[in-house]
């Protein structure tokens, strides 16, 4: 009780102070106060988030920062949608007074939605799906047919994603027996959080053949790629720098290849041809999905990939679908193909920046390997 009361008491007091900051702009709302307005929200996101807190010697990210950015953005788009309405509504019209009054009314009502849609947002973070995916792989050997990986990505363990939602995305984990269990990356999110933490309640997955993994691009924000792969050995995972490691099953090789985040628009997978076992099923653990076409190229059959959380905000608008992750990568949740290699891209467990999912819920991602 403490734990949540401490974790979702800021969300309460930071959504009453943006309600009170709206009734306070609509009383003296005109057109210079809401662009000042406007682009002070605006600046406040671009700034805050890099913004940490010391602690400890330590440079560690703040909660209370996380629901001001969170309530900033709904506020934003919020108080935005309003004054374009008004404007494409007036447009060609002399300035009338009743604009005015229009503002003063609007803008208290809208500053209800920022309250509903981030508590919306934090629960549904907070609720994890178990996704069952059946994979038809071409040309897959009969010893592998029916072969169960539990992939778990994006855990970002912090404030937001603490011990009690690892452990029951753990145990969703295990329950499902699996062969493999793979980790694509972000344990954790800056310099500073409890990566110790963190692998010690991953090192309770159970599977058959072990936990292997790869890195995120938050491992490197975080300069721990080289820590967090002596400390998950300690605790007996493998994380993967350009590297593999082959499992046999009967008379059949799975061969699973891990590298490092792969930046956007960079070269992909640099020698990932050196690293692929010609008689083996050869599965890439890659946190940035984008690298499909590369890895279809250089042979791979299956891709696991996580980064986009599903969009993180992934909601439809007057029919349009919108999708933050789709700014980035075409690859932003499920299963793709290309050239016949397949990718699945998991939506992952935590939240970044801001501590809400929207129409893209945390998962863990249950994958059986089929006979296509």
């Known amino acids: 009780m403490e734990e949540t009361l401490r974790r979702w008491l800021p969300l309460f007091a930071i959504q009453v102070y943006t309600l009170a900051l709206h009734v306070w702009i609509a009383r003296r709302v005109n057109r210079r106060w809401v662009t000042l307005c406007l682009i002070a929200a605006s600046a406040w996101m671009i700034v805050m988030p890099p913004f940490t807190m010391k602690v400890d010697g330590a440079r560690v990210s703040s909660p209370v920062i996380s629901w001001l950015m969170a309530s900033t953005l709904f506020w934003v788009l919020v108080v935005t949608s309003v004054v374009l309405a008004l404007l494409l509504s007036r447009a060609g ?9 229009f503002l003063a009314q609007a803008i208290p009502v ?31 050997p009969k ?17 937001f994603f603490g ?13 499902w027996r699996p062969h493999v269990t793979v980790l694509t990356g972000d344990l954790i999110t800056r310099f500073g959080d409890d990566l110790d933490g963190c692998l010690r309640i991953l090192s309770r997955l159970k599977a058959e053949a072990g936990v292997l993994g790869c890195h995120g691009n938050h491992e490197r924000y975080a300069r721990c790629e080289a820590l967090a792969t002596r400390e998950a050995a300690r605790f007996g995972m493998r994380l993967l720098r350009r590297a593999n490691e082959t499992l046999r099953f009967g008379q ?9 985040y792969q930046s956007l628009g960079t070269k992909y997978l640099p020698g990932a041809e050196s690293l692929i076992v ?16 590369r890895a279809a190229e250089a042979g791979f059959a299956l891709t696991l990939a996580g980064h986009t959380h599903g969009g993180q905000i992934n909601l439809e608008v007057a029919g349009t679908a919108f999708n933050m992750a789709a700014i980035y990568t075409p690859y932003t949740r499920g299963l ?25 819920p945390p998962e863990v991602s249950l994958l059986r390997l089929c006979a296509a």
């Open 93 to 101: 019209r002399p300035f009338e007074p009743g604009r005015r009054r």
């Open 110 to 140: 809208a500053g209800f939605a920022p309250v509903a849609m981030a508590a919306a947002g934090a629960v549904a973070a907070r609720r994890i799906d178990v996704i069952q995916r059946d994979l038809f792989l071409p040309g897959l």
């Open 143 to 159: 010893d592998l047919h029916g072969l169960r990986i539990a992939q778990l990505t994006d855990v970002h363990f912090g404030a």
């Open 163 to 175: 011990p009690a939602d690892l452990e029951r995305a753990v145990a969703m984990a295990n329950e």
């Open 252 to 260: 059949a090789k799975l061969n699973l290849v891990g590298f490092d």
């Open 278 to 293: 010609p008689d083996a099923l050869n599965v890439l653990l890659q946190h940035n999905p984008d690298v499909l076409p």
């Open 336 to 360: 793709y193909h290309h050239k016949g290699s397949a990718l699945y891209v998991s939506s992952g467990l935590g939240t970044v920046a801001v501590p809400v999912r929207l129409g893209a």
